[in-house]
């Protein structure tokens, strides 16, 4: 089993975060994630430095402190949200070499940058274990010109992070056992020219995680599993590598055997907003590493997982468990009979009572959790 070390603490791999942007898994608190066997979360720096700014995270000690939260916290840069906002409102701000230059008024007076340093000092004040530099990230359908600017502004930006990075390090006190650790994406979108210049600059730099940049996507919109296999080849094999924003159960266990460690996926939360659950068809108690290869070989990872609609009517009178393999808090039983059936989250959501959120998600983040379980039993 690969085990790290951050901070002094001890984590297994593979390891699943699930979305935490604001500083929550939405509808759940920190003893929820607990209790499904979580050990981390994926917040957003940016997000984070607007609400609850940085002033209040520097006076309670940090995300972690004001989570309550004693795993793992890994944050992203802000750099993917700020992209995503400017690209699809131009009015909102620009890319320069120096960072994003946003525009807080209409008449683009105002000016704030957001630089890659911005980014590194705002995570160590979020106190945040794995920290990723602000990259370039070139929408889907750039051509090569756009590629390959995206490419030497991410070397560079990383080349930046890295430095304030070790500053904030000296700063801070911490030592080089017992330090957070620094991830640079590889962008490059499908390119293999620029992806590998990518990943090749910024082993020169030195990294700690090397991230899957850009969109695992190809020109049909399906999860392109060759892209994320060559841009896992273009790291040592014994590289730590991060599948940014992957995925389903399905790609999750595909991404491991390509040597991918992290996941982070805002999927099960927000499928179980939309009453989609996930079913295990057969124990996942007894799935190890060697059975789920087995199963990627022979192409049948389809064959672990169901979808079950709970809005549908079937279940307004279904009073199993949503899954009888799963031992979530609402699938444990007590006496023959589930702590909450489908017929009762059925109801909930039909009725419109948040608690429902709560509980279709803690469902979803243990069937994950029963999976990354899986992988680590060799
Ligand atoms: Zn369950």
């Given amino acids: 089993m690969q085990k790290i070390n951050i901070k002094g603490q001890n984590y297994q ?16 608190d920190s003893l929820d994630l607990l209790r499904v066997g979580l050990e981390g979360v994926m917040v957003n720096t940016y997000h984070l430095i607007q609400k609850p700014g940085e002033e209040i995270l520097k006076k309670v000690g940090g995300i972690k402190k004001l989570m309550n939260w004693s795993g793992f916290v890994s944050s992203d840069s802000g750099g993917f949200q700020l992209f995503s906002l400017i690209q699809k409102n131009p009015e909102l701000g620009k890319i320069t070499d120096e960072g994003i230059v946003l525009y807080n008024g209409p008449k683009k007076q105002k000016k704030t940058l957001f630089t890659p340093e911005d980014s590194i000092r705002m995570q160590f004040t979020l106190g945040s274990d794995v920290m990723i530099c602000l990259d370039d990230f070139s929408p889907p359908a750039a051509n090569e010109k756009r590629i390959q600017e995206s490419v030497e502004r991410t070397i560079a930006w990383a080349g930046r992070a890295k430095i304030e990075f070790e500053r904030q390090l000296k700063k801070h006190g911490f030592t080089a056992e017992n330090r957070p650790l620094l991830l640079a994406p590889i962008q490059g979108h499908n390119h293999p020219k620029w992806r590998e210049f990518c990943s090749q600059e910024l082993q020169k730099i030195g990294f700690d995680i090397y991230g899957l940049g850009g969109w695992p996507l190809d020109e049909n919109g399906k999860f392109d599993y060759s892209f994320c296999h060559k841009n896992a080849e273009l790291t040592p094999k014994d590289s730590l590598r991060f599948a940014l924003g992957v995925g389903t159960p399905e790609n999750i266990v595909r991404l491991f055997f390509m040597g991918y460690q992290f996941f982070d996926c805002v999927l099960p939360t927000r499928d179980a907003r939309h009453q989609r659950l996930y079913v295990f068809n057969s124990n996942p108690l007894e799935l190890d590493r060697e ?19 709970i809005g549908k009517g079937q279940f307004a009178t279904d009073t199993q468990a949503v899954s009888e393999f799963c031992d979530c808090p609402l699938c444990q039983k007590k006496l023959g009979q589930p702590q909450v ?32 379980e899986a992988l680590r039993r060799a």
């Fill in 291 to 309: 059975k789920l290869k087995l199963l990627t070989t022979e192409n049948k990872l389809d064959e672990i997982f169901a979808h079950l609609y």
């Fill in 13 to 28: 791999l593979p390891i699943y975060l699930p979305d935490a942007t604001l500083g929550v898994a939405r509808n759940l």
């Fill in 341 to 372: 059936s489908r017929a009762y989250l059925h109801h909930l959501f039909k009725i419109g009572d948040g608690s429902a959120f709560r509980l279709a998600s803690l469902h979803n983040l243990r069937t994950y959790t029963l999976l990354i």
